[in-house]
T-cell receptor, first 111, second 112 residues
Framework: KQEVTQIPAALSVPEGENLVLNCSFT??????LQWFRQDPGKGLTSLLL???SQREQTSGRLNASLDKSSGRSTLYIAASQPGDSATYLC??????????WGAGTKLIIKP | DAGVTQSPTHLIKTRGQQVTLRCSPK?????VSWYQQALGQGPQFIFQ???????QRGNFPDRFSGHQFPNYSSELNVNALLLGDSALYLC???????????FGEGSRLTVL
């Protein structure tokens, strides 16, 4: 059974720092992995989608990597800003086309 | 290009009542999924609709039902509401089962 874990559950860093959020999954048989951002009480915003055949995707200050063999993905945020404060969730599309979610990392960027 | 839209944004019901939530997918998308998200938790998959049929279903009771219309919009119905049904209900759409998933802002349901 696929399980997705995000560590840490919460992270607080000063503005301007580069940071890495982690996502691990137990079964490497996935179709893709997607990173989302969620502001309090709001819906989810898609950040990056990595297909199983890809190693990384970039969008602006965000870079997501995927290592299927080790069951890991990282979301790298460069030059963090207070507006980056949110909860970040990763989700994998497993071999049964089920989307399996991590519990999220709550990120706080201190001005 | 309109993204995923949901209505209503907030609603309050009492136990035993019934509720209908609505979703219009992103333009060009044919697949709609519904999720329940309790406070402080990740989304829980309810079901997915494609070509007006329920294609997949999560671990939710039959009180939760849905429908997809020919224009790909969708409804989520919940009967016999329980206090535990209070949550943010999220609709997501994509094109093809492995396509990028886009979410609406959600409908916040409070059951008293």
């Amino acid at each position: 059974k696929q399980e997705v874990t995000q560590i840490p559950a919460a992270l607080s860093v000063p503005e301007g720092e580069n940071l890495v959020l982690n996502c691990s999954f137990t079964d490497s048989a996935i179709y893709n992995l997607q990173w989302f951002r969620q502001d309090p009480g709001k819906g989810l915003t898609s950040l990056l989608l990595i297909q199983s055949s890809q190693r990384e995707q970039t969008s602006g200050r965000l870079n997501a990597s995927l290592d299927k063999s080790s069951g890991r993905s990282t979301l790298y945020i460069a030059a963090s800003q207070p507006g980056d404060s949110a909860t970040y969730l990763c989700a994998v599309l497993d071999s049964n086309y089920q989307l399996i979610w991590g519990a999220g990392t709550k990120l706080i960027i201190k001005p | 290009d309109a993204g995923v839209t949901q209505s209503p944004t907030h609603l309050i019901k009492t136990r035993g009542q019934q509720v209908t939530l609505r979703c219009s997918p992103k333009s060009g998308h044919d697949t709609v999924s519904w999720y329940q998200q309790a406070l402080g938790q990740g989304p829980q998959f309810i079901f997915q609709y494609y070509e007006e049929e329920e294609r997949q279903r999560g671990n939710f009771p039959d009180r939760f039902s849905g429908h997809q219309f020919p224009n790909y919009s969708s409804e989520l119905n919940v009967n016999a509401l329980l206090l535990g049904d209070s949550a943010l209900y999220l609709c997501a759409s994509n094109l093809a089962v492995a396509g990028e998933l886009f979410f609406g802002e959600g409908s916040r349901l409070t059951v008293l």
